[in-house]
């Protein structure tokens, strides 16, 4: 029961991360959002959750695993709650933050579960690897939620149903999880501080620059002190006797290649969504729910591929076998949409590399966990999962707010079909060199496997 809290608090966290997105049109226009405070609906889950996921994991470590998660649950369900009877722009964007906040706490608190009970090995592999699968339907799964609840019921019930699925969470996390235990030390206070104040502002800066483009004083000025402060936050914590992210975490290599790669991976894949998204219905004319189902075939894929991971891995194949054919796959299906004209078919041009990248990316995404939190010590849980969380989480930020603002400043934002086409093509190639980088990061840094062990 601990592997279905683990899955199924963290597809909730990721179907809110994207059932928005395709019921945006009717949440603007039942609630009267101009475009900008429209956009705000999405940024300030992202804000709040990438800015307060390092406290909330490092609070599971001091204060209780259980606790807190019930704490998170609690936070969720009520925020939920205010979003699906939101009367306002104000009362629903205020919900969305808090909503962010408990998502902080739930998402590296249930990937410590699997640090803390799934010993290292093939448990650890089973577990990492549905996690992974759970990581690519989740988003995918969102965007056809968003779009059916949109057309044929209401946005609001996408969030409504948050609500039971918390209670359910609560109970079984009261049932099975021991009793939190309060631990000695104290919570890293100044940590946390120039943590979410850093990170916060560094998001900020990449969400407005698909606005304002990287020249404008406030992106800068936003760029400029996020990274000021996230130096300070590191200083804090090389002295701190309780650290928020304690820096021997970085003393791992092939940790550390693990979580660049994962920054690149996420990155592209969420910048991937949001150029496809707008190719599917201004060049393939497919409706919003259209453009949704198209993404439910990739998450099949990379779930079933998933699942093969450890059969894979009882096979003889190593963690970092793994993890490189599924970027090096991953790089092929990528360059097929930047590089497959239009002309050559649906099938070619879009369907195939789309099923590709699910596949490979279910291989890929199992290892690349298992990886990430390998050999953490168990007082250490917490911080290591909110370390891979907030590389995923402002991975997918900066891969859709840098990739997209390049585009425009290359290609303009005109709204033509062929101008859209460009800017996906050029969204896509971009990709492929992250992906690319990532692939050859994870060859030269990540440690080759040891006789008698799973690297």
Known sequence: MILAIVLLGYLMILLDTSIVVTGLPAIGAELGLDPLHLSWVQNIYTLSFGAL???????????????????????????????SLAPNAAVLIGARFVQGAGAAIIAPATLALIT????????????????????????????????IFAQMLSWRVGFIINVPLAILLYWMASRVLPKSVTKQGSL????????????????????MSAEQ??????????????????????????????????????RDRSRNAALVARFLLVGSVMSYFFFA??????????????AGFTFLPMSLLQFFSASFVPRLSRAGFSNRTLLISGLV???????????????????????????????????AFGPLTSMSVQGAQPE????????????????GTFGVGVFSALAVTFLGNSTAPEMVLQRAHLGFFMS?????LATAIAIFFIKKQKPGHQA
């Open 213 to 250: 483009g990287w020249g404008s004083p406030l992106v800068l000025a936003s760029l400029i002190a996020g990274l000021v402060l996230f130096g300070v936050f590191l200083w804090n914590e090389s002295r701190a006797t309780s650290p928020l992210m304690p820096l021997t975490l970085f």
């Open 116 to 147: 803390e009970f799934f010993p290292e090995g093939p448990q650890r592999l089973r577990a990492t690897s549905a996690y992974g699968a759970v990581a690519g339907i989740g988003v995918a799964l969102g965007m056809v939620l968003g779009g």
């Open 188 to 207: 890293d206070l100044p940590g946390t501080i120039f943590s979410a104040s850093s990170i916060a502002l560094i998001l900020y800066a990449v969400v």
């Open 53 to 83: 996921l390092l406290c909330g994991s490092r609070a599971g470590d001091t204060f209780g695993r259980r606790r807190v998660l019930n704490v998170g649950l609690l936070l969720f369900g009520l925020s939920s709650l205010a979003i």
């Open 277 to 290: 998204t707008q190719l599917m219905q201004d060049n393939y004319d497919f409706t919003p729910l259209q």
């Open 380 to 395: 250490e849980s917490g911080a290591v999962s909110g370390l891979v969380n907030s590389v995923h989480q402002i991975g």
């Open 432 to 436: 492929t060199l992250a992906l690319s």
């Open 329 to 363: 796959f991953m790089v092929i299906a990528m360059a097929g949409l930047a590089f497959i004209p239009q002309s050559a078919g649906i099938t070619a041009s879009l369907i195939i590399p789309i099923g590709l990248l699910g596949a490979a990316q279910g291989i």
